[in-house]
């Protein structure tokens, strides 16, 4: 039996003859220290906090323009790789940026943006505050283009839960 997202916390017996596969971490958390260089879509709705510290947004602009973008080529390797076996283990595209996926998101004290939505191309992990106003980021399958950033900041240290069921959304192109 397969179950992604299945969830085993203290207290849940586990009878004999099972046996677990490889455990996918809860979650990801990134430092500023994990960030050597980072960028902000076209400059639209969006701003560095600079030193890899986060990112404060500006309501109402698409996600196409509105994200914070990690080159994968200067990030700390080491978490680099733990978020591609994270993205890997849950069975997300981690690599063509075709899809981005909602996360829930708790940052330094100062931080009120809770729901991101992470892509992963070639190149960048890609980080869109979404606003939660509207039900439509609920619903997988839109494109990014149609959800839109909320006014807020995120700072981190920041943790990343991924929503499940998976909530994904198509890209229409990152700038």
Known sequence: MSQ???RITSGVTIGPGVTLAAVVAVGFTLNPSDIASA????GTGISD????NGFSSVSGFNLTVANYEISRSTMNPTKLTEILAYFSGYSLDNSSGSYGYVFDV????????NKVLIAIDGGNIIIAPVTTGNPDWANTGLPNIALTSPSGTLIFPATFTLIFPTVA???VGWY
Do not use: E, F, K, V
């Not at 960028?39 to 076209?42: A, R």
């Not at 906090?49 to 890899?52: E, F, I």
């Not at 708790?106 to 943006?113: L, R």
């Open 4 to 6: 992604p997202g299945l």
């Open 169 to 171: 959304h198509s890209s």
């Open 39 to 42: 960028s902000i879509g076209t």
């Open 106 to 113: 708790t940052g330094q004290s100062g931080s009120n943006i």
């Open 49 to 52: 906090l600079g030193s890899g």
